[in-house]
């Protein structure tokens, strides 16, 4: 096919050789010409060609001498992440988090503030790039080459729209990537957000090397992010990992925001906790949580897991019982899935006691075989991770080979929001 057919500036051949020279140099695997040339294949002409195209882009710069292996010493090549920025958000049912990463995924700077997503999307997504505008204007922060946004809902990957999100009133249909693309004028990469954890993890947390792996968050809800053979596994239509309303127990008494009962998420997440600890507090079973509750007015699934650092026997088994519930629901996950490890994050993760639960469930209930080797951790990123996922989807979907060839001879994709679409 030639450059025309496929949509780019480039012939095949040279997109090809150009991919796997900057991958090359990316992920650091290779950081001279001679070591580009073992790790490839491709011929001493081609590499620097390829090389001395992404260094007229940009991209790539020649630095100090490399060490000799008895020739003349080679020059250092270095992936330049500072030449443009990735605007990243991240909505959960409770709050919003902001911020801007290089090409490379580094956090430069991000903030977290309190949200209630039930505030529909216009309201929330002007708080969004009120915060976009200001960290566009922070010193240093290079040009913005494209944005990444998770939300707490099922998100058809093709559209960028929220589709039928249990706890996103309003949100339904309405066009994220669209709204966020017309007003910065750069490719919008928009998911779910646990999606965009698991990434985070998967590139930059406890999950760099592992193929298999699913990021659980434990917050208000409970949702899951599949990595499968080193990629996002997502589904036919996006929805892959929504966890949060298996059905776990046959429970007619509590109805799930979602409309179904016996959901592990009306049963176990952190507004359950925050359910069932008030409910303890006002009817005289735990003193320490009805004194808290007293003080603040209102309960939060931290109270129950600060209490239960305490001692206090309600909460311990609160958390336990809703530990076990995710284990359940976790070890069917292993079992169908096998991945290599499990990584728990969100505010509730932070319980030790629901963690032992948690890994005590599932342990005892997969196969064998499906644990001999498995790792259930909490997640050493914390509210980063999903920051982090959403710049690793913009940067990579800018470098891959159906996008890379159609904006590099203009230098940026600025202005090219079609490119995500």
């Known amino acids: 096919m030639t450059a025309a057919e496929t949509g780019t500036s480039l012939p095949p051949d040279q997109l090809d050789a150009l991919l796997t020279v900057l991958d090359l140099v990316r992920s650091g695997e290779a950081s001279t010409r001679p070591e580009l040339g073992r790790r490839s294949g491709l011929g001493r002409t081609v590499i620097t060609q390829r090389v001395g195209q992404l260094i007229e882009s940009g991209l ?3 630095g100090s001498l490399g060490p000799s292996t008895g020739g003349r010493a080679p020059r250092q090549l270095r992936f330049r992440s500072e030449a443009g920025a ?12 902001v911020g801007v990463t290089d090409l490379a995924g580094r956090l430069l700077h991000h903030s977290e503030r309190p949200w209630d997503i039930a505030a529909g999307p216009e309201a929330s997504l002007q708080q969004v790039e009120t915060s976009f ?3 566009r204007a922070m010193p240093g922060v290079p040009e913005v080459w494209g944005i990444g946004i998770g939300v707490p809902g099922p998100v058809e990957i093709a559209t960028g729209r929220p589709t039928s999100p249990p706890i996103m009133p309003g949100w339904d249909g309405y066009p994220v990537r669209d709204r966020l693309s017309a007003q910065y004028g750069v ?3 928009v998911d779910n957000e646990v999606n965009a954890m698991a990434l985070g993890e ?4 406890l999950g760099r090397g592992e193929r298999d792996l699913v990021y659980l968050k434990l917050g208000t809800g409970i949702g899951a992010g599949l990595i499968s053979g080193g990629r996002p596994h997502r589904g036919a239509k996006g929805c892959a990992g929504d966890v949060g309303h298996v059905a776990v127990v046959d429970d007619t008494e509590v109805v799930c925001r979602c409309g179904n009962v016996g959901c592990l998420e009306a049963l176990a997440g952190g507004a359950a906790l925050a359910r069932d600890g008030t409910a ?3 009817g005289g079973r735990s003193a320490l949580l009805a004194e808290r509750l007293a003080e603040q007015g209102g309960l939060e699934a931290r109270d129950v897991a600060r209490a239960a650092e305490y001692g206090d026997p309600v909460s311990i088994e609160l958390l336990s019982r809703s530990g076990r519930l995710v284990g359940m629901m976790l070890a069917t996950l292993v079992n169908i899935y096998n991945p290599s490890l499990v990584v728990i994050g969100g505010g509730v993760a932070a319980s030790g006691d629901l963690l032992a639960a948690v890994r005590q469930a599932v342990y005892g209930r997969s196969l064998p075989l499906a644990t001999r080797d498995l790792r259930i951790a909490r997640s050493p990123l914390d509210d980063r991770a999903g920051l982090m996922g959403a710049a690793f989807m913009v940067v990579d979907e800018l470098f891959s080979a159906a996008r890379i060839g159609t904006w590099i001879t203009a230098g940026s994709p600025v202005g090219r929001p079609e490119l995500i679409a």
Not at 86 to 97: C, H, K, Q, Y
Not at 202 to 205: L, T, V
């Open 60 to 62: 790539v710069e020649e």
């Open 86 to 97: 990735v605007l990243v958000a991240e909505l959960g049912a409770t709050s919003i988090g």
């Open 133 to 135: 505008d200001e960290l």
């Open 187 to 189: 490719p919008v990469c």
């Open 202 to 205: 998967h590139r930059a947390g």
């Open 280 to 282: 303890a507090a006002t």
